[in-house]
Every structure is written in structure tokens, then in C-alpha cells.
């Protein structure tokens, strides 16, 4: 069956118009925020949670999903599709008395293939540091206190819809690679159990003899607000 020449031709010329006008945008600089929801899998602690739980009769529910909060700027070559940003965030994370906090900062490249005046869709790539703090607090009074941080990287894709004139709505989803592979007790106090070894400050945490591993990584949706000029 041929493919209907119509439709074809239709589907070109959006494409081209699209494509040529990635080089003529004036938007130089951008700068926005937004939020992002993600499901880090912190499977250290939650074996943690479930030791607690089986050695107190306890209940207490797992990790589940993470938010993300973060601004960016980004600026864009001239008559380029290309342009660098730069994105802070604060995450966070929580499980009943546990919880976790962290700071990210990735300068990522963007790229803009197709766009014209409403909508610009965009390819997004980076690499970054975060740092991520956790406590944990126990029915008995106790706390420990912990952190760590690593290097990551990022890669996704998005549109922003700008729906009047610079003022962009935008979504994206990405995959981000931040794994923390080992955390360092900052405070301990009282009877924290189900540890490798008594917490103690400047020593690392662990968990049935190895280290105890938190992470970043996961799946992102996100949710923006752009400002183009």
C-alpha cells in the first residue's frame, strides 16, 4: 500500500519549516525552574527498614517516589541550535523517620532541532556532582546522621510550549546516573540498630558488612516554567 502522497507532502513541509527556523530564533537566554518527580530505588535503606521492622514488630513503609526542585539558565549561540545550561536542584526524599536531602548541579548541552514560534522541542545532555545527606531516626530516640556525594550524568528530551511570547511552559523526561556509592556518618547518637557496626561520626556506614549505598539515579518527569529573551 502506498503511503498517501498528500500526507507525505504535509508531513515534509511541517518538518522543513520546523527545522528552518531552528536557526533563526532570538531567543539567546533563558531562565526558568521547575520541578521533578522521580523513583530513586534506595535499596540499602529500605533493607534497613525491613531489619527494623523484623526486629521491633514494627511498620515502617519504604522509599517511594523523590521530588526535585531546581533552576536553570541557559544560553544560546547565535543563529545555532545549540546552547549551554546550567541547573541547580534540591532533592528530597523521605521513608517515615528517614529522610534524605541532597544537592545537584549539572551544566548540560541542549539542543534544538525543530521549533518554530509555539513550540521548540529539545535534546539535553550533561554530566554533574550531587551531594546527598541523610538521617535516620529511631522509635527509641536515636539518630544517625550521614552523607556522601558523586559525579553523575544526564540525558533527555522535552518541549517548551511558548504560549505567550517569551513566557514558555515546559516538560521533559530524563534518565539521570547519580549513583552514591558510599556514605560517611556525620552524628550518631543513642542505640542505632541493624548496622554492620555501631554508627560513628567520621566513619563509614554499613549494612550487612558493606557499605551502605544511596542513589540519585532514576527516571525523571519534569515540570517548568522558561523565560526567553
Do not use: W
Not at 67 to 83: I, K, T, V, W
Not at 104 to 112: E, G, N, Q, S
Not at 199 to 208: C, G, K, R
Amino acid at each position: 500500500m502506498k503511503f498517501p502522497t498528500k500526507l507525505s507532502f504535509a508531513i515534509f513541509t511541517t518538518l522543513l519549516s520546523l527545522s528552518t527556523s531552528a536557526f533563526a530564533a532570538g531567543d539567546t537566554h533563558t531562565f526558568g525552574g521547575g520541578i521533578i518527580v522521580m523513583t530513586p530505588s534506595q535499596d540499602d535503606l529500605d533493607q534497613h527498614i525491613s531489619d527494623v521492622n523484623t526486629a521491633n514488630g514494627s511498620s515502617l513503609g519504604k522509599f517511594g517516589s523523590a521530588y526535585e526542585l531546581y533552576g536553570q539558565y541557559s544560553y544560546r549561540f547565535s543563529s545555532s541550535m545549540f546552547a549551554l545550561q546550567f541547573r541547580p536542584g534540591y532533592f528530597m526524599q523521605s521513608a517515615g523517620n528517614y529522610s534524605l536531602k541532597g544537592m545537584t548541579f549539572f551544566p548540560m548541552l541542549k539542543i534544538y532541532p525543530l521549533e518554530n514560534n509555539f513550540i521548540k522541542f529539545f535534546l539535553q545532555t550533561g554530566l554533574g556532582y550531587g551531594t546527598l545527606k541523610g538521617d535516620i531516626g529511631y522509635a527509641n530516640g536515636a539518630n544517625v546522621s550521614f552523607s556522601g556525594g558523586a559525579f553523575g550524568a544526564i540525558f533527555g528530551l522535552g518541549a517548551n510550549f511558548c504560549f505567550a511570547g517569551s513566557h514558555c511552559v515546559g516538560i521533559e523526561g530524563n534518565f539521570r546516573y547519580l549513583p552514591v556509592e558510599r556514605n560517611i556518618v556525620q552524628s550518631a547518637s543513642g542505640n542505632a540498630t541493624n548496622f554492620s557496626a555501631a554508627p560513628v561520626a567520621s566513619q563509614e556506614l554499613e549494612i550487612n558488612n558493606h557499605d551502605v549505598k544511596t542513589t540519585m539515579s532514576g527516571i525523571q518527569g519534569g515540570l517548568s516554567y522558561n523565560y526567553m529573551f
